[in-house]
């Protein structure tokens, strides 16, 4: 099971079998038998994912198997828990240089392979036609994360037809004809706006994600309580104070100072934690945060459908006060997106470009390769 997964999906079981499971495994631990040990350290963290002595001694184990990224969040999480818990203070103090560097050479890569798209011309025959279909993917991908079953030919068929397809629910038809009008509003408007990002610009956002669907909610913010699993977002009457706070900090020195990525991915996660809408919020928030990666002339990021879970897992990291997860995930997500546009201007067979390995992001950009971008 993912690391991520186990830690914030699992239940809390029997504390005495995990106390037995942990032992068990250090002692399989010093005998050198490291495939069972790790087991039981899983089975103990699955029986009793918050405790910061099994995730403590988790994370020793991990990090002798040069796994410091996992390592450094059980220790994080052991922390969160448990602030004073000696042996995860040293263990973070180890690792915290040796994760830094880690995530400042993701954002490095991702950097030079900007670079790299960003000096092939706009007008590239292969670079239109890859854009042309990474715009269905990332539209797909988009509503298939919440759920939609439409396929991917028959989104094809509604965004270039305007046609309903037979058969098949209005409800989902319409929520593929709520974000292309999303993407285009901000193509259209918000590419030309040149000062910061307000409150309405995300309520107009929202209003055309759900206006299709629900046009009674749509960009209005919730007026009742909601629970999202485990998170109990603010209550409604502190909503609009805090979406003004998140766009002030967006307009801030310290917004300023981030990497793109970082910036786009911790938008995300402040929206949908304060969860301002009783439906699109996860929609809204991941325009928001393409929209704010466009205008750094990064091209935008799409959470693939058979990333869900890895996707909400990392959302829970980040409620439970680590959400470095989450932005090493959008920067994942990123960098395949790069990947994916280089490797199809360099050549490659179109083998390599179609059915899950086609190009994953598709909104239209405020910089050059915006020529490229095909509007619907």
Same mark, same amino acid.
């Given at each position: %099971?993912?690391?991520?997964?186990?830690?914030?999906?699992?239940?809390?079981? *029997?504390?005495?079998?995990?106390?037995?499971?942990?032992?068990?495994?250090?002692? %399989?631990?010093?005998?050198?038998?490291?495939?069972?040990?790790? $087991?039981?350290?899983?089975?103990?963290?699955?029986?009793?994912?918050?405790?910061?002595?099994?995730?403590?001694?988790?994370?020793?184990?991990?990090?002798?198997?040069?796994?410091? /990224?996992?390592?450094? $969040?059980?220790?994080?999480?052991?922390?969160?828990?448990?602030?004073?818990?000696?042996?995860?203070?040293?263990?973070?103090?180890?690792?915290?240089?040796?994760?830094? @560097?880690?995530? =400042?050479?993701?954002?490095?890569?991702?950097?030079?392979?900007?670079?790299?798209?960003?000096?092939?011309?706009?007008?590239?025959?292969?670079?239109?036609?890859?854009?042309?279909?990474?715009?269905?993917?990332?539209?797909?991908?988009?509503?298939? &994360?919440? @759920?939609?079953? &439409?396929?991917?030919?028959?989104?094809? $068929?509604?965004?270039?037809?305007?046609?309903?397809?037979?058969? =098949?629910?209005?409800?989902?038809?319409?929520?593929?004809?709520?974000?292309?009008?999303?993407?285009?509003?901000?193509?259209?408007?918000?590419?030309?706006? !040149?000062?910061?990002?307000?409150?309405?610009?995300? &309520?107009?956002?929202?209003?055309?994600?759900?206006?299709?669907?629900?046009?009674?909610?749509?960009?209005?913010?919730?007026?009742?309580?909601?629970?999202?699993? =485990?998170?109990?977002?603010?209550?409604?009457?502190?909503?609009?104070? !805090?979406?003004?706070? !998140?766009?002030?900090?967006?307009?801030?020195?310290?917004?300023?100072?981030?990497?793109?990525?970082? !910036?786009?991915?911790?938008?995300?996660?402040?929206?949908?934690?304060?969860?301002?809408?009783?439906?699109?919020?996860?929609?809204?928030?991941?325009? /928001?945060?393409?929209? &704010?990666?466009?205008?750094?002339?990064?091209?935008?990021?799409?959470?693939?459908?058979?990333?869900?879970?890895?996707?909400?897992?990392?959302?829970?990291?980040?409620?439970?006060?680590?959400?470095?997860?989450?932005?090493?995930?959008?920067? =994942?997500?990123?960098?395949?997106?790069?990947?994916?546009?280089?490797?199809?201007?360099?050549?490659?067979?179109?083998?390599?470009? *179609?059915?899950?390995?086609?190009?994953?992001?598709?909104?239209?950009?405020?910089?050059?390769?915006?020529?490229?971008?095909?509007?619907?």
């Amino acid at each position: %099971m993912n690391l991520y997964l186990m830690l914030f999906l699992s239940p809390p079981g *029997s504390s005495v079998e995990a106390r037995a499971a942990l032992r068990q495994a250090l002692e %399989m631990k010093h005998a050198g038998k490291r495939t069972k040990a790790q $087991r039981l350290f899983l089975h103990a963290l699955h029986m009793e994912p918050d405790s910061p002595d099994i995730l403590n001694e988790y994370g020793m184990f991990l990090e002798e198997e040069q796994e410091v /990224l996992q390592a450094d $969040r059980l220790y994080t999480r052991a922390l969160a828990l448990a602030p004073c818990h000696h042996g995860a203070l040293d263990n973070r103090v180890r690792t915290s240089t040796v994760v830094e @560097g880690i995530d =400042r050479q993701q954002l490095d890569s991702i950097d030079n392979k900007v670079k790299r798209l960003l000096s092939i011309p706009p007008g590239s025959f292969v670079l239109r036609r890859v854009a042309r279909e990474s715009y269905y993917q990332h539209v797909y991908h988009t509503v298939a &994360l919440e @759920g939609n079953t &439409l396929s991917l030919p028959e989104i094809r $068929r509604i965004l270039q037809t305007r046609r309903a397809v037979c058969g =098949r629910s209005l409800s989902e038809q319409n929520e593929v004809l709520g974000i292309d009008a999303a993407m285009t509003f901000i193509n259209a408007t918000l590419a030309a706006h !040149l000062g910061p990002v307000t409150p309405l610009d995300i &309520l107009e956002i929202h209003r055309r994600v759900l206006g299709p669907v629900d046009p009674a909610e749509a960009g209005r913010f919730r007026r009742g309580q909601v629970y999202v699993g =485990r998170h109990i977002p603010p209550p409604a009457d502190a909503v609009p104070g !805090l979406v003004e706070e !998140l766009t002030q900090w967006l307009a801030s020195e310290e917004a300023a100072s981030l990497h793109p990525v970082e !910036l786009g991915a911790l938008s995300h996660y402040r929206l949908v934690y304060i969860h301002p809408f009783n439906d699109g919020n996860g929609r809204t928030a991941r325009l /928001l945060m393409n929209f &704010l990666l466009m205008q750094a002339e990064y091209p935008p990021v799409t959470v693939r459908a058979e990333q869900r879970a890895e996707y909400y897992a990392t959302l829970e990291a980040a409620n439970a006060g680590d959400v470095r997860p989450f932005v090493r995930f959008v920067g =994942r997500c990123a960098e395949a997106t790069l990947d994916r546009y280089l490797v199809a201007v360099s050549g490659q067979p179109r083998s390599a470009l *179609s059915g899950d390995g086609m190009v994953e992001s598709g909104l239209p950009l405020s910089n050059p390769i915006s020529a490229v971008l095909v509007q619907n």
